[in-house]
């Protein structure tokens, strides 16, 4: 089972996510910049693949707002136009382990909660948190097609499969 949603504010808590009525597309704004899937990694891929042809995108949010002026001799009407000068062309697709401090063990057999992130990638130099997993795409692509990158993404945890024993426990003595 998995949880999903548009989270409200910028604490990430499964329990204020703002779930769609009817999921079409992940539809991103800059007021509402991230959508959220918690699960084990397993739940989250089946889910993925259930919901394949959904579409991600990113809409900078053009708007008119009108604001009155008013003055005691006369009243005017400004418009503003409110609009970011260059949109995301790209969307990141993150994948965290709710459980930071749980074995490698329970990440690679996929029973430890973990947590999808969608937002728009910015250009701009932002500080970088250690995803299990991470992929990049273009502004309207699918479930479906995050899923297989993210399926063919070598991971940290993906790199142990190949590890005797011995360089395993290495591995979780350094990791932990």
Not at 52 to 79: A, I, M, Y
Request: charged fraction near 25%; proline fraction near 3%; charge should be positive.
């Amino acid at each position: 089972m998995v949880i999903y949603g548009y989270p409200v504010g910028d604490i990430v808590d499964s329990t204020k996510l703002i779930v769609p009525d009817d999921l079409h597309k992940i539809h991103l704004t800059p007021s509402r910049s991230k959508f959220i899937v918690i699960g084990t990694k397993d739940s989250i891929f089946n889910w993925m693949k259930s919901n394949g042809n959904v579409l991600c995108g990113f809409d900078n949010e053009t708007r008119f707002t009108s604001h009155r002026k008013l003055s005691q001799r006369f009243t005017t009407r400004n418009k503003f136009k409110i609009c970011s000068i260059e949109p995301h062309k790209m969307l990141k697709f993150e994948l965290y382990d709710e459980n930071e401090h749980d074995g490698i063990f329970k990440r690679m057999f996929s029973s430890s909660k973990m947590r999808l992130e969608i937002k728009a990638k910015h250009s701009s130099k932002h500080m970088e948190t250690s995803s299990v997993m991470s992929v990049s795409g273009k502004n309207g692509i699918s479930l479906q097609e995050v899923l297989m990158a993210l399926k063919n993404n070598p991971s940290r945890s993906r790199r142990c499969y190949n590890l005797s024993s011995e360089q395993l426990a290495r591995v979780t003595c350094d990791y932990e």
